[in-house]
Nanobody, 115 residues
């Protein structure tokens, strides 16, 4: 089982960045997919989620209207499009599967937003 996140990066406030997470060796379409993030010194927090077929999403209030999650089940990929980034979005971002529990986690990728 593998969840491989794309490389994050360093961006300026107000810019956009798209993360992806590639799934392999499990039935990707059987799982909702969630994104989390963890900033230095803080607990991991929920960012957003997408349903198994991609017809439903929900987001944390802190990112609502700025972040968009999508998925491509044919490619076993889930995406996190981040726009209007703020310095407080700086964190390590993780994708994870959800099917009653968080069975699989990606390794995390660093996103740094400079002011």
């Amino acid at each position: 089982v593998q969840l491989q996140a794309s490389r994050g990066g360093l961006v300026q406030a107000g810019e956009s960045l798209k993360l992806s997470c590639a799934a392999s060796h499990f039935k990707f379409s059987h799982y909702d997919m969630h994104w989390f993030r963890q900033a230095p010194g803080k607990e991991r927090e929920f960012v957003g989620a997408i349903s198994r077929v991609g017809n439903s999403t929900n987001y944390a209030n802190s990112v609502k209207g700025r972040f968009t999650i999508s998925r491509d089940n044919a490619k076993n990929m889930v995406y996190l499009q981040m726009s209007s980034l703020k310095p407080e979005d700086t964190a390590v971002y993780y994708c994870a599967t959800w099917n009653g529990d968080y069975e699989f986690w990606g390794r995390g990728t660093q996103v740094t937003v400079s002011s």
